[in-house]
Protein backbone atom coordinates (compact mmCIF):
# COMPACT_ATOMS: atom_id res chain seq x y z
CA UNK A 1 0.00 0.00 0.00
CA UNK A 2 1.55 3.36 -1.19
CA UNK A 3 1.87 6.15 1.61
CA UNK A 4 -0.77 8.09 0.23
CA UNK A 5 -3.37 5.49 0.31
CA UNK A 6 -2.32 4.67 4.18
CA UNK A 7 -3.07 8.08 4.91
CA UNK A 8 -6.18 8.08 3.13
CA UNK A 9 -7.41 5.21 4.78
CA UNK A 10 -6.10 6.56 8.48
CA UNK A 11 -8.18 9.74 7.36
CA UNK A 12 -11.04 8.05 6.72
CA UNK A 13 -10.95 5.78 9.69
CA UNK A 14 -10.48 8.79 12.17
CA UNK A 15 -13.00 10.98 11.16
CA UNK A 16 -15.54 7.59 11.08
CA UNK A 17 -14.64 6.81 14.57
CA UNK A 18 -13.27 10.18 16.18
CA UNK A 19 -17.01 11.31 17.15
CA UNK A 20 -18.52 8.17 19.02
CA UNK A 21 -15.12 7.33 20.55
CA UNK A 22 -14.85 10.99 22.00
CA UNK A 23 -18.10 10.97 23.12
CA UNK A 24 -17.35 7.69 25.92
CA UNK A 25 -14.33 9.25 26.69
CA UNK A 26 -15.09 12.84 27.40
CA UNK A 27 -18.64 10.92 29.49
CA UNK A 28 -16.44 9.08 31.26
CA UNK A 29 -13.78 11.70 31.64
CA UNK A 30 -14.80 14.89 31.87
CA UNK A 31 -11.71 16.39 30.57
CA UNK A 32 -11.61 17.35 26.93
CA UNK A 33 -8.08 17.23 26.59
CA UNK A 34 -7.99 14.00 28.45
CA UNK A 35 -10.59 12.63 26.03
CA UNK A 36 -8.67 13.87 23.26
CA UNK A 37 -5.77 11.86 24.12
CA UNK A 38 -7.48 8.55 25.10
CA UNK A 39 -9.65 8.56 22.06
CA UNK A 40 -6.19 9.53 19.81
CA UNK A 41 -4.97 6.15 21.64
CA UNK A 42 -7.59 4.25 21.26
CA UNK A 43 -7.59 4.61 17.54
CA UNK A 44 -4.05 4.51 17.06
CA UNK A 45 -3.99 0.96 19.35
CA UNK A 46 -7.10 -0.11 16.47
CA UNK A 47 -5.48 1.00 13.85
CA UNK A 48 -2.27 -1.18 15.12
CA UNK A 49 -3.32 -3.88 15.94
CA UNK A 50 -7.39 -4.51 16.27
CA UNK A 51 -8.66 -7.30 17.67
CA UNK A 52 -9.31 -10.47 15.70
CA UNK A 53 -12.65 -11.67 15.64
CA UNK A 54 -14.18 -8.91 17.58
CA UNK A 55 -16.58 -6.35 15.84
CA UNK A 56 -14.40 -2.78 15.32
CA UNK A 57 -16.89 -1.23 17.10
CA UNK A 58 -16.86 -3.90 20.00
CA UNK A 59 -13.27 -3.50 20.02
CA UNK A 60 -12.94 0.37 20.09
CA UNK A 61 -15.43 1.11 22.91
CA UNK A 62 -13.88 -1.35 25.05
CA UNK A 63 -10.35 -0.24 24.67
CA UNK A 64 -11.81 3.26 25.33
CA UNK A 65 -13.85 2.63 28.27
CA UNK A 66 -10.66 1.11 29.54
CA UNK A 67 -8.61 4.09 28.59
CA UNK A 68 -11.02 6.40 30.23
CA UNK A 69 -11.14 4.23 33.34
CA UNK A 70 -6.96 4.04 33.70
CA UNK A 71 -6.90 8.07 33.68
CA UNK A 72 -10.07 8.25 36.02
CA UNK A 73 -8.12 6.26 38.45
CA UNK A 74 -5.30 8.08 38.26
CA UNK A 75 -7.05 11.18 38.93
CA UNK A 76 -7.47 12.99 36.14
CA UNK A 77 -9.17 16.34 37.23
CA UNK A 78 -12.18 17.77 35.53
CA UNK A 79 -12.01 20.81 33.72
CA UNK A 80 -14.22 24.44 33.53
CA UNK A 81 -17.55 24.91 34.76
CA UNK A 82 -19.39 21.56 34.67
CA UNK A 83 -23.38 21.06 34.51
CA UNK A 84 -25.06 19.55 37.30
CA UNK A 85 -25.38 16.14 35.35
CA UNK A 86 -21.08 15.88 35.39
CA UNK A 87 -20.65 16.61 38.64
CA UNK A 88 -23.21 14.08 39.35
CA UNK A 89 -21.31 11.85 37.10
CA UNK A 90 -18.47 12.27 39.18
CA UNK A 91 -20.02 10.69 42.44
CA UNK A 92 -20.52 6.93 40.49
CA UNK A 93 -18.68 4.02 40.67
CA UNK A 94 -16.01 4.26 37.77
CA UNK A 95 -17.98 0.79 36.10
CA UNK A 96 -21.15 1.86 36.95
CA UNK A 97 -20.15 5.31 35.38
CA UNK A 98 -19.34 2.86 32.11
CA UNK A 99 -22.14 1.04 31.97
CA UNK A 100 -24.54 4.07 32.28
CA UNK A 101 -22.54 5.78 29.60
CA UNK A 102 -22.68 2.88 27.48
CA UNK A 103 -26.11 1.91 28.06
CA UNK A 104 -27.90 5.41 27.92
CA UNK A 105 -25.45 7.55 26.09
CA UNK A 106 -24.43 5.28 23.44
CA UNK A 107 -27.77 3.24 23.39
CA UNK A 108 -26.33 0.05 22.81
CA UNK A 109 -27.47 -2.68 23.60
CA UNK A 110 -27.02 -4.61 26.99
CA UNK A 111 -25.22 -7.38 25.87
CA UNK A 112 -22.97 -5.22 24.01
CA UNK A 113 -22.36 -3.17 26.94
CA UNK A 114 -21.60 -6.62 28.71
CA UNK A 115 -19.38 -7.46 26.23
CA UNK A 116 -17.56 -3.82 26.35
CA UNK A 117 -17.16 -4.01 30.21
CA UNK A 118 -16.34 -7.94 30.22
CA UNK A 119 -19.21 -8.63 32.15
CA UNK A 120 -22.59 -10.21 32.52
CA UNK A 121 -25.84 -9.01 31.16
CA UNK A 122 -27.54 -9.26 34.65
CA UNK A 123 -24.33 -7.23 36.39
CA UNK A 124 -25.18 -4.25 33.94
CA UNK A 125 -28.64 -4.31 34.25
CA UNK A 126 -28.13 -3.78 38.22
CA UNK A 127 -25.10 -1.52 37.81
CA UNK A 128 -26.93 0.89 35.06
CA UNK A 129 -29.98 0.87 37.58
CA UNK A 130 -27.93 2.21 40.37
CA UNK A 131 -26.07 4.44 38.79
CA UNK A 132 -29.44 6.16 37.93
CA UNK A 133 -30.54 5.81 41.29
CA UNK A 134 -27.45 7.76 42.37
CA UNK A 135 -27.66 9.93 39.74
CA UNK A 136 -30.74 11.22 40.53
CA UNK A 137 -30.27 11.09 43.89
CA UNK A 138 -27.12 13.45 43.47
CA UNK A 139 -29.15 16.01 40.79
CA UNK A 140 -31.53 16.72 43.68
CA UNK A 141 -29.29 17.07 46.55
CA UNK A 142 -27.53 19.90 43.98
CA UNK A 143 -30.95 21.52 43.43
CA UNK A 144 -32.08 21.31 46.96
CA UNK A 145 -28.54 22.64 47.64
CA UNK A 146 -29.07 26.01 45.27
CA UNK A 147 -33.01 26.17 46.25
CA UNK A 148 -34.57 24.67 42.94
CA UNK A 149 -37.74 22.52 43.77
CA UNK A 150 -37.04 19.02 41.29
CA UNK A 151 -41.20 17.18 40.63
CA UNK A 152 -41.39 14.61 42.07
CA UNK A 153 -41.82 13.03 38.55
CA UNK A 154 -38.46 13.81 37.46
CA UNK A 155 -36.60 12.94 40.59
CA UNK A 156 -36.51 9.42 39.43
CA UNK A 157 -38.17 8.04 42.53
CA UNK A 158 -41.21 6.68 42.70
CA UNK A 159 -44.35 9.20 42.92
Same mark, same amino acid.
Given at each position: ?????????????????????????????????????????????????????????? /???????????????????????? /?????????????????????????????????????????????????????????????????????????????
Amino acid at each position: MSKDAAEENLVRFATRWWVPVYRISWNMLGNTAEAAAVTEETLLRELRSGTPGVPRRM /SLYRLATWLALVRRRAGVPPMGRR /STTLQALDHLDDRDRAALVLRDGEQLPVEEVATILNTSAPDVRARVHRARLVLAGRINLMAAARGALVPRALSGLPC
